[in-house]
């Protein structure tokens, strides 16, 4: 199967080693990965920091670049949400059918929806040995409904020790512009979630959001306590001893 990838911004400009890994991963599974070259941002951020009108231009962009994929998969659930979600609303919002009709026509998935339900595989061939936990982010958790997807394919990953994330549904506090416009808020959110994290006594903490994991990672540096983020995709790419 071709495949289309989005890269968030998030990814793009701080950790691109999120794609680089789902194409490692899709690549390993036997699939071409494309990359269209006109993506830019989704308009997440603008849509639900109020900037409507900013929103409809880039979502209009971004439908424009995938428009003939077969498939699009995206190693973030926020911004694969915020397609399937938010682009019909964004499409009433500007009047503008053109844009329904575009959004409408496009497949779009997050990587474990892709991985479970689309190719049905939840051992891809990895192996990590270490001790993880999984922080499931509020879009994916909340809009999307990825349920038990990611976690059904940790468990696959040999030599991976999964342990439960105490009070795991509740936000980590980023929720975009939130983080800003409700400092306080925020970081006591985020202290809430690095604490049942630390608790949990694992090496590494993943998600599949780096937007989530950015605001729990640096949460965690401050605290020197050797926990690291990683994209649930980085430990799906790792491989080792069969």
């Not at 690095?194 to 640096?218: F, N, Q, W, Y």
């Amino acid at each position: 199967m071709r495949v289309a990838l989005s890269v968030a911004c998030f990814e793009d400009v701080l950790f691109p080693g999120t794609a680089k890994a789902v194409t490692v991963l899709l690549e390993r599974l036997g699939h071409e990965v494309a990359f269209p070259p006109g993506q830019t941002c989704c308009g997440q951020f603008h849509w639900t920091a109020g900037y409507h009108r900013e929103a409809a231009g880039l979502a209009r962009s971004h439908a424009a670049a995938f428009e003939g994929c077969e498939v699009v998969v995206a190693p973030s659930a926020s911004c694969a949400a915020t397609v399937r979600a938010d682009y019909p609303k964004i499409a009433r919002a500007a009047r503008d059918p053109g844009l329904a009709r575009a959004a409408e026509g496009l497949a779009v998935y997050e990587l474990t929806e892709f991985l479970v339900d689309v190719l049905g595989v939840t051992d891809v061939g990895a192996y990590f040995p270490h001790r993880v936990t999984y922080h499931p982010s509020c879009r994916s958790l909340r809009t999307l409904g990825v349920g038990d997807r990611p976690v059904r394919l940790l468990r696959a990953v040999r030599g991976l020790d999964l342990v439960e994330l105490p009070s795991a549904g509740e936000c980590c506090g980023f929720g975009g512009a939130f983080a800003m416009k409700n400092t306080d808020v925020s970081v006591a959110m985020v202290a809430d979630k690095v604490r049942h994290v630390r608790d949990t006594g694992a090496e590494v903490v993943c998600a599949v959001d780096d937007s989530c994991l950015a605001h729990i990672g640096g949460a965690l540096s401050r605290l020197r306590g050797g926990v690291r983020t990683m994209h649930l995709a980085e430990i799906l790419a790792e491989t080792g001893p069969a």
